[in-house]
């Protein structure tokens, strides 16, 4: 089996690992909202707010998985043939996978910031929150 094969294989194992964690990633706490503790809270206290700032680590980090793979490739291979693929004779098919890969984080970012600059209050989770409120008040607080 050649590198770049078990390489590929690597990392799509690591990544479905990442969305869909087993429970061995779980029990060692290589999970998303282990790894952001620090940044999300905590849930007993700002339940709401928590599962807000937690899609959108969530949002991110999913969206730069098809960037990730091209950089664990150029890392973990001297592949001089993939430069040259990627970077100055690139089929139509790696320079599509190219531009979404680098599209997705940037789309990723400018949605992460139009919620946070309106508090969240555009955000789905708070719009949903917002249909069953007794009051004028948003559900991030």
């Known amino acids: 089996m050649s590198t770049e094969i078990f390489i590929t294989i690597l990392y799509l194992l690591l990544s479905v690992c990442l969305i869909y964690p087993p429970a061995e990633f779980v029990s060692a706490g290589i999970t998303i909202p282990n790894i952001f503790s ?3 809270g905590s849930e007993y206290e700002h339940f ?7 899609s959108c680590i969530t949002l991110l980090i999913y969206s730069c998985i098809p960037l990730g793979y091209i950089i664990w490739f150029l890392l973990f291979t001297n592949n001089k043939d993939f430069y040259i ?3 100055n004779n690139s089929t139509i ?3 599509i996978y190219l ?4 599209a997705l984080p940037i789309l ?5 910031n139009n919620w946070y600059r309106n508090n969240y209050e555009q ?3 708070a719009k949903n929150i917002d249909k069953y409120s007794n009051n004028n008040s948003t559900g991030i607080t």
């Open 38 to 40: 620090s940044f999300l």
């Open 48 to 54: 709401v707010k928590y599962h807000v700032k937690r």
């Open 108 to 112: 990723a970012l400018y949605e992460i």
């Open 123 to 125: 955000h789905p989770i």
């Open 93 to 95: 098919i790696w320079k």
């Open 85 to 87: 693929l990627i970077f």
């Open 99 to 102: 531009t979404t890969a680098i």
